[in-house]
């Protein structure tokens, strides 16, 4: 079982910035690929961004490229997302999520998942 956390979630007025960091913990492997899903009220989850252990394939929603970057802490069983920019329809329900896989992490459809952290963005 892995246990992963979020947190850094709040409300920030449009043009903002928030950071999200999730720690995992448990039987977690350390080549694990992590990333970010997201879901607004009433809608699918939906991929943010991913990367593998190692930081050399990443990928970004095209709606926010140019605005987030994923990133991983140097014990590799943390990852972090940067908001810069936030726009209105950011607000969700933000996902950390782990698996061996990058594809699997990328399709927000299975692997481990976190609680969640609000991400609330006012116009």
């Known amino acids: 079982q892995v246990q992963l956390v979020e947190s850094g979630g709040g409300l920030v007025q449009a043009g903002g910035s928030l950071r999200l960091s999730c720690a995992a913990s448990?039987?977690?492997?350390?080549?694990?690929?992590m990333g970010w899903c997201r879901q607004a009220p009433g809608k699918e989850r939906e991929f943010v961004a991913t990367?593998?252990?190692?930081?050399?394939?990443?990928n970004y929603a095209d709606s926010v490229k140019g605005r987030f970057t994923i990133s991983r802490g140097n014990a590799k069983n943390t990852v972090y997302l940067q908001m810069n920019n936030l726009k209105p329809e950011d607000t969700a329900v933000y996902y950390c999520?782990?698996?061996?896989?990058?594809?699997?992490?990328?399709?927000?459809?299975?692997?481990?998942w976190g609680q969640g952290t609000q991400v609330t963005v006012s116009s």
């Open positions: 999520v782990a698996h061996g896989s990058v594809a699997v992490v990328t399709g927000c459809r299975a692997g481990y």
């Open positions: 448990g039987r977690t492997s350390s080549d694990y690929a």
């Open positions: 990367t593998n252990w190692s930081g050399d394939n990443i």
